[in-house]
């Protein structure tokens, strides 16, 4: 992260502005949102308009939340600075926003009557990631993303009305194999902060070592392990594509998008024959752009956007 950018971050937490304007605000959300690299467009152009500073507003806040746990590099000024951001979202639900962040975040929990619990989640998994960076098991793995991808889902579905939980296992599975889709494509990063997302049974059981990814050695010990991981991650997207068949068309364009998104980073992934300790697999924005185009006409024609 560049040091401007920090302290942008860090201001959106530190200084406390009561007096901004909503307009103010939801500027600042909007910028965060727009200009930050994901695998996927956010808020991309055809939500409607109603809808789309909504969802700039919260990934704002998870934005935010998540770089207060990645970029401080100090683990106790981190989980203060995570202290700080937890009691100011309480002091949002209490009525009084403290910043900027929690004036635009403030709008968009009372204009759909958000529980608090979702964002609760996420600062936990935002915690958890500075004082846990290694996992048993793969139910392990899927305890974490619970909290630390689950409930944007869960906040998505929110704000366009789907109140039916029976869509939650299919929304968690879209968003747990999105988390997924992170941690294979970004071995390298993780393991630079001493992060490591593969299960230790499956390292065990494919006998592949810490020194291995420490050291970037790829080897077709590697290659059988990751190939396993992402073969299952893509079971989770196929379920979690049920839930295509209870949206309309308002909020269906985005989420095909984002299945696409993490769709093309496993694919990828199998195109670098799984090798990703010499090179990230990323997406380009004209790359992003044919995801986009293909879901919408696909979506015009009357056919599943993320489905051949």
Same mark, same amino acid.
């Given at each position: ?26 500027? =600042? ?9 994901? !695998? ?13 500073? $909504? ?51 403030? $709008? ?10 979702? @964002?609760?989640?996420? *600062? ?8 846990? !960076? ?23 579905? $929110? ?54 990814? =420490?050291?970037?050695? =790829? ?16 079971? *989770? @997207? ?13 909020? *269906? ?56």
């Amino acid at each position: 992260m560049k040091k401007e950018e920090s302290n942008l971050i860090k201001g959106a937490v530190f200084n406390h502005q009561v007096d901004v304007s909503l307009a103010e605000a939801e500027a =600042f959300t909007r910028k965060l949102a727009v200009t930050h690299y994901e !695998n996927f467009i956010v808020g991309s152009i055809f939500l409607p308009k109603e809808k789309r500073q $909504h969802i700039y507003n919260i990934y704002a806040f998870a934005r935010i939340g998540d770089d207060l746990a990645d970029e401080i590099p100090d683990t106790e000024e981190s989980l203060s600075a995570l202290e700080t951001y937890e009691r100011q979202l309480e002091a949002c639900y209490a009525g009084n926003p403290e910043s900027k962040i929690f004036v635009a975040l403030s $709008h968009t929990i009372r204009e759909f009557d958000i529980p608090i619990q979702p @964002f609760r989640r996420l *600062l936990s998994a935002f915690k958890q990631d500075r004082i846990k !960076n290694r996992y048993a098991s793969f139910q392990d793995v899927l305890g974490y993303c619970e909290n630390s991808a689950n409930p944007i889902g869960e906040l998505f579905l $929110h704000i366009f009305g789907y109140r039916d939980h029976s869509l939650l296992p299919y929304s968690d599975a879209i968003c747990t194999a999105l988390q997924l889709t992170n941690f294979w494509q970004d071995v390298n990063r993780d393991a630079a902060n001493n992060r490591i997302y593969f299960p230790q049974e499956d390292l065990e059981r494919f006998g592949v070592s810490e020194g291995d990814i =420490f050291s970037k050695h =790829f080897s077709e010990r590697f290659r059988t392990l990751l190939q396993f991981e992402v073969n299952r991650t893509q079971n *989770l @997207f196929e379920k979690g594509k049920e839930l295509f068949h209870f949206l309309k068309k308002d909020i *269906l364009l985005d989420v095909c998008l984002f299945v696409a998104g993490g769709e093309a980073i496993l694919s990828k992934i199998k195109n670098q024959d799984y090798n990703v300790l010499d090179r990230r697999p990323d997406l380009s924005r004209k790359e992003q752009v044919r995801l986009f185009s293909r879901a919408w006409w696909r979506l015009k024609r009357g056919k599943n956007g993320c489905k051949s």
